[in-house]
């Protein structure tokens, strides 16, 4: 019972592809987002939906682009990618502000 | 715009030993604050927070922490750790937008 997953855990591809990440949650929880964990384990959000809407977007590369079919999914489409992409992403979802946010596992992604 | 600094970047502690993880925040509003803790190639596990109320909250895993306005400080304390609390320790905040901010994170080693 799985409550955020995220598929696949281990990306590892060459600079120009273009990749997708896939995150679910079975919480019931009106928001999603997206996180990115840097190698110096620094966390800061990406991208943020609410029923599908997407409301936050902290000035990423356009090469980012999220997409939400429904309110329990939330996906990251990554065009041409860089070797500063390297890091790992993480899906989250939560109910309300004061609730606090729940993660997934996260996705390690190496561009080589 | 919100910030978090914790002080701290890594904490070597004996086991059964007290511990401290500082934090403080900076906020032109009224805050929410969190502490999350990420054990080894994981995702972030919710520890404890605090919206409003007795600056004392306690969260899972014997931790507590103390919010502290004047000081805009949100320590996180364990009377006694174990071995099994080495992990790495993020405070957060959240003003609005329900977007957490984070801190750089704090690594505890509990040595035996």
């Known amino acids: 019972d799985t409550a955020v997953s995220q598929t696949p855990k281990y990306l590892v591809t060459q600079m120009g592809n273009d990749k997708s990440i896939k995150c679910e949650q079975n919480l019931g929880h009106d928001t999603m987002y997206w996180y990115k964990q840097d190698s110096k384990k620094f966390l800061k959000i990406m991208f943020s939906y609410n029923n599908k809407e997407l409301i936050i977007n902290e000035t990423v590369p356009n090469r980012f682009s999220p997409k939400s079919p429904d309110k329990a999914h939330l996906n990251l489409h990554i065009n041409s990618l860089e070797l500063g992409d390297s890091a790992v992403y993480f899906c989250?979802?939560?109910?309300?502000?004061?609730?606090?946010?729940?993660f997934g596992p996260g996705t390690r992604l190496t561009v080589t | 715009a919100q910030s978090v600094t914790q002080l701290d970047s890594q904490v070597p502690v004996f086991e059964e030993a007290p511990v401290e993880l500082r934090c403080n925040y900076s906020?032109?509003?009224?805050?929410?604050l969190f502490w999350y803790v990420q054990y080894p190639n994981q995702g972030l596990q919710l520890l404890l927070k605090y919206l409003s109320g007795s600056t004392l909250v306690k969260g899972i895993n014997g931790f507590e922490a103390e919010f502290n306005k004047s000081q805009t400080s949100f320590h996180l304390r364990k009377p006694s750790v174990h071995i099994s609390d080495t992990a790495e320790y993020f405070c957060?905040?959240?003003?609005?937008?329900?977007?957490?901010?984070f801190g750089a994170g704090t690594i505890l080693r509990v040595k035996s």
């Open positions: 957060a905040v959240s003003a609005s937008g329900n977007k957490l901010v």
């Open positions: 906020s032109s509003v009224s805050v929410y």
């Open positions: 989250a979802s939560s109910p309300s502000q004061t609730q606090g946010t729940y």
